[in-house]
């Protein structure tokens, strides 16, 4: 999918939400730092989600992630809800498609604003309502040959 906001500098000037994508390719962290850099913010959080090697008392494979076609808009929904409802000075996130292994990132979320507690606050909202809201799926493969579709990842 082709990444909505992809560059910092491809925002405009007043507008907080600064990085959204929806990738096949390996996420960065020094990107999704970067864009939620601002001069005003007292705190920046960032949370990284990766593949873990279990789930549910299973040894987790591998696994893929599948986005239906609205996952970037929802994906920018879901940033704006955050923007208007806390004191977000930059927002950045991005999430990763196609075939990972373990320990791979997969979500990378950020969020600055005036003090940290804001900045917890409104990244932990951030990553909960994509988590629950961005039609994405993962299908997690098991290493005894198992394997099962998650609904929202």
Not at 6 to 14: F, K, S
Not at 44 to 56: C, E, I, K, S
Request: net charge negative; aromatic share 4%; proline share 5%.
């Amino acid at each position: 999918m082709a990444p909505m906001y992809d560059h910092p500098g491809e925002h405009a000037a007043d507008d907080p939400i600064r990085l959204l994508a929806v990738r096949d390719t390996p996420l960065s962290l020094d990107e999704v730092h970067r864009a939620v850099g601002d001069a005003a913010a007292g705190g920046t959080a960032l949370f990284v989600g990766t593949v873990r090697n279990h789930d549910g008392g299973a040894d987790v494979a591998g696994l893929g992630y599948s986005a239906h076609p609205s996952a970037e808009a929802e994906l920018r929904r879901v940033a704006e809800k955050v923007v208007a409802n806390r004191p977000v000075r930059a927002l950045a996130a991005v999430h990763r498609v196609g075939e990972l292994g373990v320990g791979d990132v997969a979500v990378i979320v950020a969020v600055s604003c005036p003090h940290r507690a804001e900045a917890f606050d409104a990244c932990r909202m951030l990553i909960d309502d994509l988590k629950h809201s961005v039609p994405i799926w993962k299908h997690q493969r098991f290493s005894d040959g198992t394997d099962e579709w998650v609904g929202a990842c």
